[in-house]
C-alpha cells in the first residue's frame, strides 16, 4: 500500500531563516507530486506541482521554492522566510488510474514564522 | 476558468442528516471528490464520484449529482461528533496532472 510521510509535522522559524520541509512517499512510482499550502481557516492553494524528476511547475509567484531530486521525494525550500509563509503546508501525490485521477495528502506540517 | 464553491459553516445536531453542497463550474470534469480535513491533520479522501454517475452511496455518505447544474453534494446520515472538520469538494478533469481544483471547504460542527 501507498503511504505519504512529512516533516517535520511543526516548525517554528524565525522571520528570514531558510526552510525546508521534505515530503516522501512509499508504495508507487512515478506519482504527480503537489505543495498546498492552507492558511488558517482557509482553503488550500496549490504552489508546485511536478510530473516527473527534476520537473516543477509554480501555480503562484512567491518566496518559495521546490525541487524533486528522487522520483518519490519532493521538498519545499525558502532562502528567507516571511511572515505571511505562516500556514499549514500540505504534500499530495497522485497517479492516473483506469482514467482516474486520486489526490492523497501527507500529515501537513505546521509552519509559524515569528 | 475552473471555480469550485461550496459554503463555508454549517451545523447541525447529532443525529441529524448533514448536507454539504458544492458547485463547480467546468463541464469537463470527469471525477468530483470529497475529502474530509479533521483539525491539525491532512486531507482524507471520503469517497468520489464518475460525472456520468447521478448517486452513490456508501455507508452513511450519499453523493449526489446534478450534472446539468453542475452541483455536488455530501449527504451524512445520523451526523456523529467524530464528523466534525472540513469538508473540501474538488474536481479533475480529464487531462492528467495540475488539472484538480479544490472548494474552499465547510466547515461542519456537529452539536450534542
Known amino acids: 500500500s501507498q503511504t505519504i510521510h512529512q516533516w517535520p509535522a511543526t516548525l517554528v522559524q524565525p522571520v528570514g531563516s531558510p526552510l525546508s520541509l521534505e515530503c516522501t512517499v512509499e508504495?508507487?512510482?512515478?506519482?504527480?507530486l503537489y505543495w498546498y499550502r492552507q492558511a488558517a481557516g482557509r482553503g488550500l492553494q496549490l504552489l508546485f506541482y511536478s510530473v516527473g524528476i527534476g520537473q516543477i511547475s509554480s501555480e503562484v509567484p512567491q518566496n518559495l521554492s521546490a525541487s524533486r531530486p528522487q522520483d518519490r521525494q519532493f521538498i519545499l525550500s525558502s532562502k528567507k522566510l516571511l511572515l505571511s509563509d505562516s500556514g499549514f503546508y500540505l504534500c499530495?501525490?497522485?497517479?492516473?488510474?483506469?482514467?482516474?485521477?486520486?489526490?492523497?495528502f501527507g500529515p501537513g506540517t505546521r509552519l509559524l514564522v515569528l | 476558468g475552473e471555480d469550485v464553491e461550496q459554503s463555508l459553516f454549517l451545523s447541525v445536531r447529532e443525529g441529524d442528516s448533514s448536507v454539504i453542497n458544492c458547485t463547480y463550474t467546468d463541464s469537463s470534469s470527469t471525477y468530483l471528490y470529497w475529502y474530509k480535513q479533521e483539525p491539525g491533520a491532512g486531507l482524507q479522501l471520503l469517497t468520489y464520484?464518475?460525472?456520468?454517475?447521478d448517486m452513490k452511496q456508501d455507508q452513511r455518505l450519499t453523493v449526489l449529482l446534478n450534472k446539468k447544474d453542475k452541483h455536488l453534494s455530501l449527504r451524512i446520515a445520523d451526523t456523529q461528533t467524530g464528523d466534525s472538520a472540513i469538508y473540501f469538494c474538488?474536481?479533475?478533469?480529464?487531462?492528467?496532472?495540475?488539472?484538480?481544483?479544490f472548494g474552499p471547504g465547510t466547515r461542519l460542527s456537529v452539536l450534542p
Open positions: 499530495a501525490w497522485s497517479v492516473l488510474k483506469g482514467g482516474k485521477e486520486t489526490q492523497y
Open positions: 464520484i464518475f460525472s456520468n454517475m
Open positions: 508504495g508507487t512510482s512515478n506519482p504527480n
Open positions: 474538488a474536481e479533475s478533469m480529464q487531462n492528467y496532472g495540475q488539472n484538480f481544483v
